[in-house]
């Protein structure tokens, strides 16, 4: 499903230049679960950012379901990532002025989804994610947890093929945190690919394969049995 | 989806309620501003434009050379009308046209004077006045008829049908009335209460029927489908092949247009009120655009607030136009909610504005046409607002804005800056034109006249006043409050005559040199208060001072003699010498220069001119009025009595520039006070930012005051800049607007003073009240927030 290779990206400030990817280069297959682990600051995010079609490389080939998109300009961007990845953050992200409801419906709106069929899909996604009796609170009234049970709920409202979760459980303790991991997986389970950056080798256990890095490189693959 | 958006919109403004009070309060201001300015422009563009034939109306000009200048006069010899119609076939139809007059109206028992105009019998065949009773085509068709407006007809033959009634006018002549004015619309500025004939009143002043002899105006009708070019070419000389003297050309100005543009410069036109409408126009939109500013200043500053909301809206999939379409849409909600508020503040003050501008305005909600114009300038607005802080918000990059580590972006920063500067700049013109019209105003109020305008009054010269002035004047001199007593042809306002009948010995006959003339009575220049430099004062100790004159300064100049009093001068062919030199006096409004000027007494046949003017005792005016009354009602019982207080009518004179003044304060106050509620928005804003920093600041030891000083130098350096770049296109605009007068103020350094000294208080009060309270926060407190 995706497959990526001599990625490389360059970060330019005026004086100093960082290689935040060098030609890194590996692939997933549908219906992976992959994790994503190294120090602080190897690029780790950067990698995902450009998985996610959030920003692009400097160089190097990105395959994402069959279609080259190294070159994709935004709007064309922002068409794939809509109808296609689902993202879980580390800090939840959820929109402050929004409800849960609001928020979780918030992906089908762009993508023009009828008002019946959102109704029906969001009330879905809230009920797996044992959310409902908060559909109408705002985020500041969540806790942690309640935030990213959310935050999942999003990404996944829009029945994405892969999802991208940078650090999902940095935040929460691991009560909250081996909850989340556990809708990953059945998420996983039920079909979607998922890609997960983690510094927790707790957390990479719930994936099939991980994939080591340092400096801007990828450095090992160890596949889980 | 739009619900969505508009969940957000108005989640937003609620969650931040003293940015959306700033937001919307200074936008409902500036729309207060712009709407009110809208409707007083649509209002003056609209003057006069009623009439069904407007294109093919016109007003009469006349060039008149003199002394090398061309000066330009809406007057015609009284036979102008009669005779153009007569030999110009395109005109089809022409009337004269009379100043205002105020005969004296009298059916049995009541009496009143009247103002109203005297016309010939085409003028409401070419005018749109309607009647409400009679026949516009015969109505003025004999010489004794008259239309009364319905007040008129009420006031005088209360209850009966006016029709056919007779009026006795000025206790000399019969009139009968042929019609009935219906309303006369407000987008006329011929306002008049009766028409009269013509012809009446030109059986009293037989001056008007010669060629050489200009006053009244002279309206023409052009028949459809005729050249203007043509016309004007064959008008060029009319008045030269009637008058072989004379040195006037006539030429054609649209009735509809004349309205707007009344002032000529060397026999072109040269603005008018139309300059008012032009710069009131850049008000309302310079103040608009402040605003405006606000809206886009607190807008961009707010994009850090709102960042994670946009990185989070393009992660699940928004195009970047999805979000300028947010934004804008964003903008255009509050801009609606302004415009609510604007509407409801005009309906609020449009009565003290009418007061203000003698105006009629109305917000007029019956009209689609006028919520066109609401909605399209709320949509301009909005856009306006909206679209840059739409674009900036837009272009974000989710993983920077989601890293929740957005700096703030240094172009957009600039941008904000410079919007600031751009606000104050317009602020601070704004209120250097206010400081610089409020001097010249004063100045014309306060200017030494040359004669002493305090105490001074005057009255109509009329009936039997007008037989036994010297004794009314001896009569009137023994009662208590009166100082002195005199009578002149002009009143104290403005010598309005002025002839070129004036020779002397040694004179140049090739140049045609204009004096103004002023035939008076004994003691004129004691009761004015004129001041002598030679000579002496007309005296009834000198048999023969009826052939004898005095000049003023400048005449004397135009003369030419280097020592006056003695020499011979000549008037209307009255051979006889200067008596004296009069220091120059305005004589005058003070937007023309001081004019040559004779005074001579009047000859016996001439009557005693056309004003008593009477000086009362300083403090006692209350006397003075009440012994003028007794002596009025004795002498003129027929007469109603009426007074003028000289120093009255001259502020009158200067009504517009009067009403400028109230207007340009009220724009430049509002103006500065929109630009301190976006400037407060964004020091409140800045504060919050830099909570944390001023919290770690304090901690490491920084004072208050030097907080304060950080805070508040960045808004100071902008003010600053603004002042640079503002002073001298305020100089250079309030220089041409001081162009219109002939005596004026010189822009002096301690304008720019005041008002640097005002925009940069204004400013660092605004900065420091938030400023304050940001650097003396608890930095403990401010800390655990993070
Ligand atoms: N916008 C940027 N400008 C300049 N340098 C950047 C930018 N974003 C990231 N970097 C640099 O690129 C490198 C990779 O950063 P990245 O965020 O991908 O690391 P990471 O592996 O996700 O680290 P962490 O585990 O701390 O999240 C780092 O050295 C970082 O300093
Ligand atoms: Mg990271």
């Known amino acids: 499903m995706i497959k990526i290779s001599n990625l490389e990206k360059i970060y330019r400030t005026e004086d100093v230049e960082t290689v935040a990817l060098n030609k890194v280069s590996f692939d997933v297959k549908e219906g992976e679960f992959v994790a994503i682990m190294g120090p602080s600051g190897c690029g780790k995010s950067t990698l995902l950012n450009i998985l996610g079609l959030l920003d692009d490389p400097d160089g190097g080939s990105f395959v994402f379901a069959g279609q080259e998109v190294a070159h994709y300009n935004e709007r064309k961007r922002a068409g794939l990532r809509k109808q296609h990845i689902g993202f879980v953050f580390q800090s939840f992200n959820l929109i402050d002025e929004l409800t849960v409801y609001e928020n979780v419906e918030l992906p089908l709106l762009y993508l023009k989804v009828g008002a019946d069929e959102r109704k029906k899909r969001v009330e879905e996604v809230l009920e797996k994610m044992q959310i409902m009796h908060r559909k109408n609170h705002f985020p500041q009234q969540l806790s942690g947890g309640q935030q990213q049970r959310v935050a999942v709920a999003r990404a996944v409202v829009n029945r994405p093929r892969l999802i991208l979760a940078d650090e999902p459980t940095g935040n929460l303790d691991s009560i909250n945190g081996n909850e989340v991991m556990q809708m990953l997986t059945e998420l996983n389970d039920a079909g979607t690919t998922v890609i997960m950056v983690t510094h927790s080798e707790h957390d990479a256990r719930y994936s099939h394969r991980i994939v080591r890095m340092l400096d801007g490189q990828v450095v090992l693959e160890n596949v889980m049995i | ?786």
């Not at chain 2, 002899?213 to 000389?237: I, Q």
């Not at chain 2, 709320?378 to 989601?402: D, R």
């Not at chain 2, 304090?698 to 805070?711: D, H, Q, T």
């Open chain 2, 1 to 786: 989806m739009l619900k969505n958006y508009f969940k957000t919109a108005w989640r937003n403004l609620l969650n931040n309620k003293l940015f959306s009070f700033i937001n919307i309060m200074g936008l409902a201001l500036g729309m207060t501003c712009s709407l009110l300015i809208m409707l007083w422009v649509k209002d003056e563009l609209a003057m006069d434009k009623f009439h069904a034939n407007d294109s093919r109306l016109y007003r009469v000009m006349e060039n008149q050379f003199f002394s090398g200048a061309i000066s330009t006069f809406p007057s015609t010899p009284g036979i102008f009308a009669e005779n153009v119609v007569k030999d110009i076939p395109e005109i089809q139809m022409a009337s004269q046209f009379l100043w205002e007059e105020e005969p004296l109206f009298t059916v049995n028992d009541t009496f009143d004077k009247e103002k109203g105009r005297y016309v010939q019998k085409d003028f409401l065949k070419m005018f749109s006045f309607k009647l409400t009773k009679g026949d516009v085509a015969t109505a003025l068709a004999r010489p004794d008829a008259v239309v009364l407006s319905k007040k008129l007809a009420d006031k005088y033959f209360k209850g009966q049908d006016p029709m056919g009634k007779m009026i006795r006018i000025d206790n000399r002549e019969n009139v009968i009335v042929t019609g009935v004015l219906d309303e006369i619309p407000k987008s006329s500025s011929l306002k008049f209460d009766f028409l009269m004939s013509f012809d009446l009143w030109a059986k009293q002043n037989t001056w008007a029927k010669d060629w050489g002899n200009n006053g009244p105006r002279c309206y023409v009708m052009l028949a459809p489908n005729t050249s203007l070019e043509k016309v004007n070419a064959k008008l060029k000389g009319y008045i030269k092949s009637k008058n072989k003297g004379s040195n006037v050309e006539v030429f054609l100005q649209n009735y509809g247009e004349s309205y707007l543009y009344s002032n000529w410069e060397d026999g072109k036109p040269n603005g008018g009120r139309i300059e008012y409408v032009r710069i009131f126009s850049v008000v309302a939109i310079v103040i608009l655009l402040i605003a405006c500013i606000n809206f886009m200043n607190l807008a961009t500053a707010r994009s850090l607030k709102r960042s994670r909301e946009i990185g989070v809206r393009k992660v699940v999939g928004a195009s970047k136009r999805q979000l300028i379409g947010q934004f804008i849409g964003e903008s255009l909600l509050v801009s609606f909610m302004a415009m609510g508020a604007a509407l409801l503040i005009v309906l609020f003050i449009l009565p003290s504005f009418n007061a203000l501008t003698d105006k009629q305005l109305a917000l007029n909600f019956g009209d689609a046409s006028f919520w066109s114009t609401i909605i399209l300038l709320t949509l301009l607005t909005g856009i306006i607002s909206g679209s840059y802080p739409a674009l900036f918000m837009s272009s974000l990059k989710p993983i920077v804005v989601l890293k929740g580590a957005l700096k703030i972006n240094p172009s957009a920063a600039f941008f904000r800056k410079a919007l600031v500067v751009f606000q104050f700049s317009l602020s601070i013109i704004l209120i250097l034109g206010m400081i610089v019209v409020y001097r010249q105003i004063d100045f014309i109020h306060n200017k030494n006249l040359g004669f002493a305008r305090e105490d001074l009054l005057f009255i109509p010269l009329e009936g039997e006043l007008a037989k036994n002035f010297p004794t009314f004047k001896q009569e009137l001199l023994k009662q208590p409050g009166i100082k002195n007593v005199t009578s002149a042809s002009s009143s104290p306002l403005e010598v309005g005559s002025s002839t070129q009948g004036v020779t002397w010995p040694g004179k140049d006959t090739t140049k045609l040199i204009l004096f103004s003339s002023n035939p008076i009575s004994y003691d004129y220049i004691n009761t004015m208060g004129i001041q002598l430099v030679n000579g002496r004062d007309f005296s009834n100790g000198y048999g023969t001072d009826t052939l004898n004159y005095l000049v003023n300064e400048a005449a004397a100049r135009k003369i030419g003699y280097k020592d006056p009093v003695g020499k011979e001068l000549t008037m209307w062919g009255d051979k006889g010498t200067i008596i004296g030199v009069m220091k120059d006096f305005h004589h005058n409004s003070l937007h023309v220069p001081i004019e040559p000027l004779i005074l001579r007494l009047v000859k016996k046949d001439w009557g005693y001119g056309s004003f008593v003017i009477i000086r009362s005792e300083a403090g006692k005016t209350k006397q003075a009025l009440a012994s003028m009354e007794k002596m009025v009602k004795q002498f003129n019982p027929g007469f109603p009595f009426r007074y003028n207080f000289t120093d009255q009518e001259i502020s009158k004179t200067y009504k517009t520039e009067f009403t400028v003044n109230k207007l340009s304060r009220y724009f430049a106050f509002l103006a500065i006070f929109i630009s301190c509620l976006g400037l407060f928005g964004l020091v409140t804003f800045t504060a919050e930012q830099r909570t944390k920093e001023i919290g770690v600041r304090k901690v490491l030891g920084a004072s208050v005051p030097g907080i304060l000083a950080m805070l508040s130098k960045d808004f100071l350096r902008l003010v600053l800049i603004a002042i640079v770049i503002a002073s001298p296109l305020a100089w250079w605009a309030m220089h041409k607007w001081l162009q219109d007068f002939a005596y004026r103020i010189d822009i002096g350094w301690s304008v720019f003073v005041i008002a640097d000294f005002a925009a940069i208080a204004i400013a660092m009060l605004t900065v420091s009240f938030q400023a304050v309270k940001a650097a003396r926060a608890n930095p403990v407190k401010s800390l655990r927030t993070e």
